[in-house]
């Protein structure tokens, strides 16, 4: 009744199985830990990325005036990444500091569709790295002029590869070209009609604010208004809430946007967490409002 | 008003999905005796819905609580119907289906059932049960009807009383797909040994529920040609 072949597979069978459960055992505890880690974070950071022609030091001015009288300092990392995916960084990203800023700028940093798929690709290298080392589960987007299309690309063609684990809160763009510098709809880029085509792929839960300046009734001296407001066709109805607004006055110039006073303002009344005063009690439980 | 209620939530998904989310044993047990059934008509859906939580709120809320918390024992649902099911009941996929493959290979005396059970003994080890299903075949077969909705139902319920006496965790990680049956409740608790060792004893128990089904197959030649005569005797 016993077979003595039918034993010895069976036993065969048990001895893999062990072999094959000793690396997994390992793996699986690995990813726990790790899955732990980044839902215990407390980490919301704000991730900027440059315009065209632009490197890691366009948003100093920026963070310094952001950093001005709040008894919160957030700390500054700079991250460039070079053609060939090679991650520079500089700046520092304190323990302590829950809502740091982090920008991520690009050798290759011209102009053209096919470069801000090729920066996409970039962003997204640096986004993977950075996710892995910090690990924390929301984060807000900041994108000045192509630095939105650039999000706006990798949050159509990239951002699925994360949304089970990170969710982007806000997407922030600052006179961003969504049609480059086509003055009408009517005539729509490449990148538009692409960026329409997959508009169905940006999240639903995530919050938009598209800015521009205006300098004069038209553009803020290189963008025009209505490149910026075509963003309503990527997406307005397609996530949870789009709002523009138009920022005017001095430093209102497409280049002087990120150092505009309002700009500021709208940045923190938005974009950061509204600082508190610390305490026992608002330590905890504001974090998971919008699940 | 109740009628049109009913009405409205009266689709495959909508029952699923109560079922999945559910931490009623009253509801999960007999759900799953239902789908255990379907499948041995051939209807593989049913038990394969109820057992993927990924898209399931309930099962999300207990990873989390046990992530923020780091604590296992007072999850939110600790016998949520999708866990328990695809977990336990069918060890994630196919891990009854392994047992009766087991059962097979040490008690079975027909040269065709051992064979069919040989082959796909490294399939159903990664948790792809079809060819075993089909080849042995285990689908409309009533030999194995009774053993095929009766154990997922035990190894529920016997789950369950470990789950509330301590001595097991609620399952609540993911596994990775192919996971061999005996080993996925293991790695759905972050490796907690005491699991490991009750689920190879929940397995051996399922290898024994199978011999009188591998018994009986043994025996259905000689029945057959028994009926046979008794049937040319009539004529």
């Keep these: 009744m016993f077979k003595s072949r039918n034993w010895k597979l069976i036993v065969v069978a048990l001895t893999i199985i062990i072999l094959l459960a000793v690396p997994g055992y390992s793996w699986m505890k690995k990813t726990n830990k790790e899955h732990a880690e980044r839902q215990r974070s407390q980490l919301s950071p704000l991730i900027m990325v440059p315009g065209s022609s632009a490197t890691v030091n366009r948003f100093n001015e920026l963070v310094d005036l952001l950093n001005e009288n709040t008894p919160y300092k957030h700390s500054l990392l700079k991250v460039e990444i070079s053609e060939d995916g090679t991650l520079t960084y500089s700046g520092s990203m304190k323990k302590e500091d829950n809502e740091p800023f982090i920008v991520i700028g690009f050798q290759n940093n011209h102009d053209g569709y096919s470069n801000i798929k090729k920066q996409a690709g970039w962003l997204d290298d640096a986004f993977y790295e950075i996710a892995k080392t910090y690990k924390f589960n929301n984060f807000k987007a900041f994108g000045h002029s192509n630095g939105g299309l650039i999000w706006t690309y990798w949050l159509e063609h990239y951002y699925s590869d994360y949304s089970d684990e990170i969710t982007i809160k806000c997407l922030m763009t600052l006179g961003s070209p969504y049609n480059f510098s086509e003055k009408s709809i009517k005539y729509k880029t490449q990148m538009m009609t692409d960026f329409i085509k997959y508009r169905k792929r940006l999240p639903k839960n995530m919050i938009v604010y598209s800015l521009s300046g205006g300098e004069n009734y038209e553009s803020d001296g290189i963008v025009p208004e209505s490149s910026v407001e075509a963003g309503k066709y990527i997406f307005q109805n397609q996530v949870k809430s789009y709002t523009m607004m138009t920022v005017t006055g001095a430093e209102a110039g497409h280049s002087s946007l990120p150092q505009n006073k309002q700009v500021v303002e709208i940045i923190q009344d938005y974009l950061l967490k509204q600082q508190v005063k610390p305490g026992p009690n608002n330590s905890q439980n504001s974090k998971h409002k919008e699940n | ?235």
């Design chain 2, 1 to 235: 008003m109740v009628i049109s209620k009913v009405k409205a939530n009266f689709s495959l998904t909508s029952i699923v999905s109560s079922v999945e989310n559910s931490n009623n044993l009253l509801l999960t047990v007999p759900a799953t005796a239902l789908a255990s059934f379907l499948s041995w008509l051939g209807l593989e859906v049913p038990i394969l819905d109820l057992g993927n939580v990924a898209g399931s709120a309930a099962a999300t809320a207990n990873l989390t609580y046990v992530l923020r918390r780091g604590s296992v024992w007072k999850v939110p649902y600790p016998y949520l119907g999708g866990s328990m099911i695809s977990i336990y009941g069918v060890m994630g996929g196919c891990g009854t289906i392994l047992a009766l493959a087991v059962a097979i290979l040490i008690w079975g005396r027909r040269k065709e059932p051992e064979t069919v059970a040989k082959m796909n003994l490294w399939p159903l080890l990664f948790s792809s049960s079809r060819g075993f299903l089909i080849g042995l075949p285990v689908i409309l077969n009533p030999i194995y009807a009774l053993q095929l909705v009766l154990v997922p139902v035990v190894n529920m319920l016997i789950a369950a009383l470990a789950i509330f006496l301590h001595i097991v965790p609620t399952p609540v990680y993911t596994v990775l797909t192919g996971t061999p049956g005996p080993l996925v409740p293991f790695f759905a608790t972050n490796g907690n040994w005491p699991t490991l060792i009750f689920t190879i004893f929940l397995f051996c128990l399922d290898v024994v529920m199978m011999i009188p089904a591998v018994k009986l197959d043994n025996r259905t030649k000689i029945l057959l040609k028994d009926y046979e005569m008794e049937d040319d005797r009539h004529v």
